[in-house]
């Protein structure tokens, strides 16, 4: 019986980390709470603005990571984009590999809110980025093509 409460607990504190990278689906102002309350190390940054995407920028004071988190037409998230430097590299792969279930090399696919979820690392000489998105669905047919 001692086995229940120690479960409990343990997902009680995996729950915040988990939570804060699901946010495909979720409406702007419940992303912006859990943003603040999540990860109070990264600043909302308004000063950008962009006319083709709408996002949420989050930066950390010493500008080692940068969150995108972009908006759709109705006010909900259909992506992120993470963008951090080299030296946070092992901690993310790590961080990745436990949440999620790993793919191809730097891809990984998580399930959430009923929706397949791709995450795909991209390393470059000074900086590597961690994208999130929806799987896009096929059609019927199997292919994407329309007659």
């Given at each position: 019986?001692?086995?229940?409460?120690?479960?409990?607990?343990?997902?009680?504190?995996?729950?915040?980390?988990?939570?804060?990278?699901?946010?495909?689906?979720?409406?702007?102002?419940?992303?912006?709470?859990?943003?603040?309350?999540?990860?109070?190390?990264?600043?909302?940054?308004?000063?950008?603005?962009?006319?083709?995407?709408?996002?949420?920028?989050?930066?950390?004071?010493?500008?080692?990571?940068?969150?995108?988190?972009?908006?759709?037409?109705?006010?909900?998230?259909?992506?992120?984009?993470?963008?951090?430097?080299?030296?946070?590299?092992?901690?993310?792969?790590?961080?990745?590999?436990?949440l999620y279930r790993p793919g191809?090399?730097?891809?990984?696919?998580?399930?959430?809110?009923?929706?397949?979820?791709?995450?795909?690392?991209?390393?470059?000489?000074?900086?590597?980025?961690?994208?999130?998105?929806?799987?896009?669905?096929?059609?019927?047919?199997?292919?994407?093509?329309?007659?």
């Open positions: 019986m001692r086995i229940i409460p120690f479960v409990s607990i343990l997902l009680a504190m995996m729950g915040p980390l988990a939570e804060a990278q699901e946010f495909i689906g979720l409406p702007e102002e419940e992303i912006r709470d859990i943003m603040s309350s999540d990860k109070p190390g990264l600043v909302l940054d308004s000063r950008v603005k962009n006319d083709t995407f709408r996002y949420l920028k989050y930066s950390s004071a010493d500008d080692k990571e940068t969150w995108l988190v972009f908006i759709d037409e109705k006010g909900n998230c259909n992506g992120v984009r993470i963008t951090c430097d080299n030296s946070c590299y092992d901690k993310k792969i790590k961080e990745l590999n436990e191809e090399a730097n891809l990984w696919s998580h399930r959430a809110g009923g929706e397949e979820i791709t995450i795909r690392l991209k390393r470059e000489s000074w900086f590597f980025t961690v994208t999130y998105e929806r799987i896009k669905q096929r059609g019927k047919s199997g292919n994407d093509r329309t007659a």
